[in-house]
């Protein structure tokens, strides 16, 4: 149940683009306890159904609270096609839910008990960087794998520096022979649960 931390430095062997979506609610009012819960399990019923069918796309995920009124999911999608895609599908939970809340607002049903909320970020390479000391998978990494630090630099300046192959590119040199990359890719399983 619990993960096992990864000694030492880690970073994301995150190659390519990266597409994260923080998705969450906020409680208006508390005294509305018929209205919340709704929401909140309508949420965790969209995590088990992507958890359930990988192929649409999520990678991993990590469950928040920012205050005792607002939850939200950070969600790190395969792409943003996909994310696309499991957003506007017919046979998706979020489709039916979606549909049910904006039949509510055009019959002027909703009282504002509980706020919606979505930010959505595609990030090119380059534009993103992480480091892990001492931690299980988490993040970024819980999404794309773990490798140590030195494959993407000890520095932030290094690591936002790093292009792969995937771009088209050559993958700059990190100092450390591939056959370690590769390996330390394969030492942390893609995926899993991040929310420890």
């Known amino acids: 149940m619990f993960a096992k931390p990864t000694p030492g430095y880690t970073t994301a062997a ?12 906020r409680i208006n009012h508390f005294w509305a306890v ?11 019923r969209m995590l088990r159904e992507l958890a359930k069918q990988p192929e649409r796309g999520l990678k991993s995920r990590v469950l ?3 205050s005792p009124r607002t939850y939200y999911v950070v969600q790190y999608w395969e792409s943003k096609e996909k994310l696309y895609r ?18 509510k607002q055009k019959a002027g049903r909703l009282r504002q008990h509980v706020g919606l909320w979505h930010e959505a970020y595609i ?39 790093f292009r792969s192959t995937a771009r088209g590119g050559a993958a700059e040199d990190t100092g450390i022979p591939e056959t370690e990359v590769s390996t330390a890719k394969e030492a942390v399983p893609v995926g899993g649960d991040s929310a420890d």
């Open 14 to 25: 995150t190659e390519g683009d990266t597409v994260v979506l923080l998705i969450g609610m």
């Open 34 to 44: 018929h209205q919340w819960p709704a929401v909140m399990y309508a949420m965790l």
């Open 64 to 66: 928040l609270t920012a």
């Open 86 to 103: 499991y957003a506007s599908a017919p046979d998706g939970f979020h489709h039916t839910v979606w549909g049910i809340a904006n039949r």
């Open 123 to 161: 990030v090119p390479e380059g534009g993103y960087e992480a480091v892990y000391f001492d931690m299980p998978a988490f993040g970024l990494a819980a999404a794309h794998g773990v490798l140590p630090v030195e494959g993407r630099g000890r520095r932030a300046a290094d690591r936002l520096a």
